[in-house]
């Protein structure tokens, strides 16, 4: 019991990238311009869709949600990355790290909600076209992201809570960028037990939760594509799908890699190539994912830049 008392942290050293001293600036710089392409790029997404009264669907609704989920969850751990890749020492106080996977979590979780919330959004288009309108009003595209806010906060307080009870005694350095759930169970000399039980359990619910909507979803739309006689229909009504899918994919992949697995498996350079896979790289990706091929948004923009150039 003395041990314990006498064990628990007052800050956390992030190691991150500290094994590559050389290539600090190298990667300095190219995580500040991976960061201002995602908040150029999403910011882009939301004032179009803002500004476009064509763009003001339920679609574009959820994609601007979107767009601003991804800056949160970017801004929560590149900056401090930013600044750590040019310090000495690169600390973080315990509250400060159980404040920062609280948030993270919410905002990672809430992203995954909010494809979950396209997903059936796209069912409701194709399957439903003449209701579609009439069911996705205003007033249930807010609250069914107000809901998934609240399911997701609740989600984290839960981990955080828990993380913030743990004991570390040997050592502060923690072998990450910032303060992810497996690192600090990694790092805990407390009987993780508990942690790693919710983690793999109620984690499982929460993000498979919005991925079974996803594929349910898909195979009511399949099967309504599949009865379309013309390719060209079924060409249109697929592309509609198929922003959706690929961010979905790059999506769920390396957070699935990461979350649904014991700590015990836990491996340094991998997960952090991992980790900035779904925390920087998604969130890049997406603006490019909903605008090359979406005619919408290109249109949008080219009238946006048709404006600024008249005021010119």
């Known amino acids: 019991m003395e041990r314990r008392n006498q064990s628990s942290a007052s800050e956390f050293i992030l190691l991150g990238f500290s094994s590559h001293p050389d290539r600090q600036i190298h990667l300095f710089f190219v995580f500040l311009i991976m960061y201002t392409v995602i908040l150029v790029g999403n910011l882009t997404i939301i004032i179009i869709i803002r500004i476009d009264s064509r763009l003001h669907t339920p679609m574009y609704f959820f994609l601007s949600v979107l767009a601003c989920v991804d800056i949160c969850f970017t801004s929560l751990t590149v900056p401090k990355l930013l600044v750590d890749l040019l310090s000495v020492?690169?600390?973080?106080?315990f509250a400060a790290c159980i404040i920062q996977l609280h948030f993270f979590l919410s905002f990672g979780n809430m992203g995954s909600f909010v494809l979950g919330i396209m997903g059936f959004d796209r069912y409701m288009a194709i399957c439903h076209p003449l209701r579609y309108m009439q069911i996705m009003r205003v007033g249930l595209c807010v609250s069914l992201v107000l809901c998934a806010w609240v399911i997701v906060s609740l989600h984290s307080s839960i981990h955080s809570v828990l993380a913030s009870k743990l004991y570390y005694c040997d050592s502060n350095e923690i072998h990450h960028f910032f303060c992810d759930l497996p690192p600090l169970l990694k790092l805990s000399c407390s009987d993780t037990t508990a942690n790693e039980l919710v983690l793999f359990t109620e984690t499982t619910v929460i993000l498979g939760a919005p991925l079974l909507c996803i594929l349910i979803s898909y195979f009511r739309i399949a099967i309504v594509i599949l009865k379309i006689k013309s390719s060209e229909g079924r060409t249109k009504a697929f592309?509609?799908?198929?922003?959706?899918?690929?961010?979905?994919?790059?999506?769920y992949a390396p957070v699935l890699f990461t979350y649904v697995r014991p700590s015990s498996v836990y491996s340094l350079e991998k997960d952090m190539g991992i980790s900035i896979m779904y925390s920087m790289v998604n969130s890049m990706l997406n603006p490019f994912v909903y605008s090359v091929r979406n005619n919408d948004v290109k249109e949008a923009l080219k009238k946006v830049k048709s404006k600024s150039q008249w005021h010119k």
């Open 89 to 93: 020492k690169k600390a973080i106080s």
């Open 239 to 251: 592309s509609t799908c198929f922003s959706h899918i690929t961010s979905t994919v790059l999506f």
